[in-house]
């Protein structure tokens, strides 16, 4: 479906940023929230970040006018009755989600496509309310938006292919990779970061660590872009702990974060934000690891290990079960989660009968989280070892 004009509901820090990319694209785009004082601020930051690329020569000034021109800032329902695309922005709450739904369903002609930019709500539930559960779907940027490349199409259980394609398209209009994804808590990369997150701190607490100690290594072997702790401050812990809940919630005791990260939420410890999270903030909050003792190389092995097969685990479980296919998870990881390397790719690379060996030990150790997945106890039957056999969840030329 073309999409000629589209409307973001919510100009907060994800809808104003939504914003910006389409009208970087030329493409028509309202920008409506029910608070004038925060369109004001939306339309500051989005000149900012124009104005950004003015002063590095990558866009005129003229074409900043041209693009800014693109946004209607709006607190009036009349802007959206033309949109062939909503995109929904508002607070993570799915009472006030389905409100806004029954409204776009209302308000938006009988095509136009309804998408959600939930980090874990469920599609479906935001279909229900509407007349159109088939043109309803989850488009899921990552924070901040304007340079994150990632995004999440997610098919709800009516979710008709003909509208994911849309927005699979409309995302590579905006210069984004756009990976799509079959509908289940956490979608793809919340779903694995917070598997990865979950056996840290399980790791930490285990082995009675500071946040640095682990973050240190976490980026001294380049496991992640950044320390974990570091990530989560930034996040905001409130944010990774009902992420968490619903997650638990969802798939069970692998979820489960141990007391900290719900400690540090209860005494209102929630990050960056506050002032203080895993880590203390001063202002301006810095993203510098402090000092911290040395784990022994064997910690760091298990660390490495458990962080690792953590993510490959997870991703196997979204793979057999359907969601997304093994190149577009190990896209979502790379583009997401900035991981080196997909988990998929990694373990081809790895060796798929050392990751299989290494996953028996594991799950012998630290119970069934780790269990050998069904798919990969397949590959090292028929002997597909990864690249040094020329195939394993990948082709490789020998
Ligand atoms: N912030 C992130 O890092 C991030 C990343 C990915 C996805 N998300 C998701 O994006 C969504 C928005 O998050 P955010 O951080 O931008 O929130 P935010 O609080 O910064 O912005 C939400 C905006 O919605 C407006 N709003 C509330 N009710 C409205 C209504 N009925 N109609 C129009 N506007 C309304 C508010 O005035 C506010 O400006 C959430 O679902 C969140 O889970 C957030």
């Known amino acids: 479906m073309y999409v000629k004009k589209v409307a973001v509901v919510g100009a907060g820090t994800m809808g104003a940023d939504i914003a910006y990319n389409f009208a970087m694209a030329n493409i028509p785009v309202v920008l409506r929230d029910v608070d004038s004082k925060i369109l004001d601020k939306a339309q500051e930051h989005i000149r900012a970040l124009m104005q950004g690329r003015v002063t590095k020569g990558r866009l005129s000034a003229a074409d900043m006018e041209k693009r800014l021109a693109q946004i209607q800032f709006s607190t009036q329902d009349e802007a959206l009755l033309d949109v062939s695309l909503a995109i929904e922005a508002v607070p993570e709450s799915l009472r006030l989600k389905q409100e806004v739904f029954r409204e776009l369903d209302r308000l938006l002609p009988p095509l136009a496509i309804l998408a959600s930019n939930t980090s874990a709500l469920a599609i479906t539930e935001m279909a229900n309310v509407t007349t159109r559960p088939e043109r309803v779907a989850g488009m899921h940027f990552f924070y901040p938006a304007h340079t994150m490349k990632l995004v999440e199409i997610i098919a709800g259980d009516e979710t008709d292919p003909e509208a994911t394609a849309t927005l699979v398209r409309l995302s590579e209009e905006l210069r984004k990779i756009p990976v799509l994804v079959q509908e289940c808590p956490g979608f793809v990369v919340n779903r694995i970061l917070m598997a990865a997150l979950t056996e840290v701190l399980r790791f930490k607490q285990e082995n009675h660590l500071s946040p640095q100690d682990i973050d240190r290594v976490v980026t001294a072997r380049k496991l992640a872009p950044m320390g974990l702790f570091v990530l989560a401050d930034a996040l905001g812990l409130d944010i990774a702990w009902e992420v968490s809940q619903i997650l638990e919630k969802a798939y069970g005791d692998r979820f489960n974060p141990g007391t900290e990260l719900g400690e540090l939420v209860r005494q209102h410890h929630l990050g960056i934000k506050t002032g203080q999270g895993f880590y203390p903030y001063q202002s301006p909050p810095s993203n510098a690891i402090p000092n911290s003792t040395p784990m022994s190389p064997e910690q760091q092995e298990e660390l490495a290990n458990r962080f690792s097969l953590a993510i490959f685990c997870e991703a196997t479980r979204l793979w057999e079960e359907g969601r997304a296919n093994q190149k577009s998870i190990d896209i979502a990881m790379r583009a997401g989660a900035g991981l080196p390397m997909g988990p998929f790719a990694a373990a081809d690379k790895a060796g798929l009968d050392v990751v299989y060996d290494n996953l028996k030990e594991m799950s012998q150790q ?20 990864g690249e040094k056999s020329g195939r394993g969840y990948f082709h490789y030329k020998m």
């Open 366 to 385: 630290f119970g069934s989280r780790f269990a050998p997945p069904t798919s990969l106890a397949q590959l090292v039957s028929r002997g597909q070892l």
